[in-house]
Structures are given as C-alpha cells and as structure tokens.
C-alpha cells in the first residue's frame, strides 16, 4: 500500500499479531484497486448489544481510492463468530474486497446496465382485425396484433392503457413481439 495504513484500537490492547493480520489482509486488497490512497482500520472491542458471553469484536474499515471510496462494516453477531477478532478482520475485509471488486468493475465497464423494459400506451385499436398501435415513451409508433398481448388482455385494451412491450422488426417495421398491461404500478419517465 501506498501510504501507510491506519490501524485503531478502541477499548482493547494493541497486538502486533493482530496489527500483522490486519496489514496482510489490506496489502491484499491492492490486487482488486491499484490507486488505493489510504485504509483505515478501527477495532472495537468490549461489551456490545446482546452481549451474552465473552467480548465481541467490532471492525471498521474505510478505503479510499483514486474516484472513490468503499467501508465495511462488521458488528458483532447474535451467533458470536466475533468473539475472535481474527474472525471479525477476515469478516471485514472480506465485505471491503466485494464493494471494492464491485466498484472496479462498473470502472471498467464490465456491469451492463439494465435497460428498462420499452413502454407506451395504446394509441388505437381495430378489434375487427385484432390488432393496434401502441405510442412508445421515445415517440414511435409500434403496431401488435392480439396474439402477443400476455394473459389474454386483448380484450381488456383500450386507447389509453399503458403497456410494456418487446418490440422486434417486423416485415412492415416495428412490431411488439410480447405486450403486457401496466398494472397500479405505473411507470415515470
């Protein structure tokens, strides 16, 4: 790591094995975000909600890199696995190296977004030929015949109704292969 890491300990002793642990886990961190900053590490031992038996150790480390920042957490748990504070930094770093690896993953591009599904309301329909237009939110205008309205809601239709569609080109242009009617839940542009 490029700077120094920062290590604090709150009501319990410094130890060194525990420092060495806590620097090992952290120099690993550098193979998921190069341009790491700065990590800090606080360690909290002592007496925490549902203390039952023995101490409870409490992690908390906070990643700063180049356009970012990552923290975890570890509280202690109901199960008591933090009664090692071996248990707790592994835990912690463990949740750091996800939201990090995360992270540098929407950095370099390999998330695809999620593209909401296309939706529109029914502009017109002829029920001697089964079929209509629906009016999309990105002003097209995309023909569907009552076969791929879903769940039998073709007759349920009228101008007006809101619909999500997938929409496939057709011999004639643009046609909604499958058209589902918006519910109560309705769609903000």
Known sequence: MQLPLELRFHNL???P????AVREAAAKLERFAGDIVSCRVTIEGG???HHQQGNLFAVRIDVRYAGGEVVASREPTAHHAHEDVYVAVRDAFKAARRQLQDRMRIRRGDVKPHEAEPHGKVLSIDLDRDCGVIATSDGREI???RNSVLDGGFAHLKAGTEVRLSVEQGDKGPQASTVRVIGKHHLVD
């Open 13 to 15: 002793d410094h130890s």
């Open 17 to 20: 094995a525990v420092e060495a």
């Open 47 to 49: 007496p925490h909600k």
């Open 143 to 145: 023909y569907f015949h």
